[in-house]
């Protein structure tokens, strides 16, 4: 089973890019897919961004040419590069994994992202 640990959430201006990160226990590159949920207050988990082990991304249409997704080798980590932040933005960001297209999803604790002014 891998463990997912991220980070790089916290207080964000409307504009703001920061960078999450997803360290992961086991190589990354074993992973069938990877990516990224969010969840906003009072709303459903949505999907954010995605990776295959084939390197392929798809994203969600509110985050598209925003949002970058991407694995990090030298830190064992899949990466979500967020440019030109809005407030609806605003949401706690959890990574997920499967190592099979069918395996039961891994998730990480999530971390924090408020856009704000």
């Known amino acids: 089973q891998v463990q997912l640990v991220e980070s790089g959430g916290g207080l964000v201006q409307p504009g703001g890019s920061p960078r999450l990160s997803c360290a992961a226990s086991?190589?990354?590159?074993?992973?069938?897919?990877m990516g990224w949920y969010r969840q906003a207050p009072g709303k459903q988990r949505e999907l954010v961004a995605t990776?295959?082990?084939?390197?392929?991304?798809h994203y969600a249409d509110s985050v598209k040419g925003r949002f970058t997704i991407s694995r990090i080798g030298a830190k064992n980590s899949v990466d979500l590069q967020m440019n030109s932040l809005k407030p609806e933005d605003t949401a706690v960001y959890y990574c997920h994994a499967r190592t099979t297209p069918s395996a039961v999803t891994t998730w990480g604790q999530g971390t924090q992202v408020v856009v704000s002014s």
């Open positions: 086991r190589d990354i590159l074993s992973m069938a897919i």
């Open positions: 990776i295959t082990d084939g390197g392929n991304t």
